[in-house]
């Protein structure tokens, strides 16, 4: 079956814009999560959504956002970009309900702010 | 989530068996063990996960401990496309409490 598919693969984009990143999970899956990774600080957690619901957030400023549709895709938005939002944007996707179902992520976005 | 410790770097030979502690001395009793690797430019992948005592699938062994405070990964005789970080997290997945959460990983480097 399908994987998770990040939408697009590489994106540049000028100070101060805005940018939205698109992830579709595995069908069937109603749980997606979105990371940022830096080579400063890894891997971190930005926000996660179960069927539509905001189900977390991480410590991220008010300009990341997201959301789910009906069909369980998602986006997520940044607005007013930062050269410090440089980074690759991971989507994972999950059945999202048995504490040993795993996660599976997609390729990401690598979003460059120039 | 339980915070986990894992040493930052390990080299190893080609076709040498390797193993990767991970510590976790506050583990939960509805927390699992699972373990992600991630290449460069890619997402993490699902390796293994496990509750207690072993685990094994094609890709790797989980050894857990009867105190489940620590864990090992094993890789049996690896091949220079190991090479890797290697994350171990700890936690109850989709609790909708807490989020999954990565610490550093340890890279693993596999020399010829």
């Known amino acids: 079956k399908a994987g998770v598919t990040q939408t697009p693969r590489y994106l540049i984009k000028t100070r101060g814009q805005q940018v939205t990143l698109s992830c579709s999970p595995i069908?069937?899956?109603?749980?997606v999560s979105w990371y940022q990774q830096t080579p400063g600080q890894g891997l971190q957690f930005l926000f996660e959504y179960f069927s539509e619901t905001q189900r977390n957030k991480g410590n991220f400023p008010g300009r990341f956002s997201g959301r789910q549709f009906s069909n369980s895709r998602s986006e997520m938005n940044v607005s007013t970009l930062e050269l410090g939002d440089s980074a690759l944007y991971l989507c994972?996707?999950?059945?999202?309900?048995?504490?040993?179902?795993?996660?599976?992520f997609g390729s990401g976005t690598r979003l460059t702010v120039v | 989530l339980a915070k986990t410790t894992q040493p930052i770097s390990m080299d190893s030979y080609e076709g040498q068996e390797v193993n990767i502690t991970c510590s976790h001395n506050n583990i939960a009793t509805n927390d699992y063990i699972t373990w992600y690797q991630q290449f460069p430019s890619q997402g993490p992948r699902f390796i293994i996960q496990?509750?207690?005592t072993k685990v094994t699938n094609e890709v790797a062994s989980l050894f857990i401990p009867a105190d489940r405070k620590s864990s090992t990964l094993s890789l049996p005789r690896v091949s220079l496309s190991d090479t890797a970080v290697y994350y171990c997290l700890v936690g109850e997945l989709n609790s909708g409490n807490t989020p999954l959460v990565f610490g550093k990983g340890t890279r693993l480097s596999v020399i010829a």
């Open positions: 994972a996707s999950s059945p999202g309900r048995e504490a040993w179902e795993g996660y599976t």
């Open positions: 069908s069937g899956h109603r749980s």
């Open positions: 496990g509750y207690k």
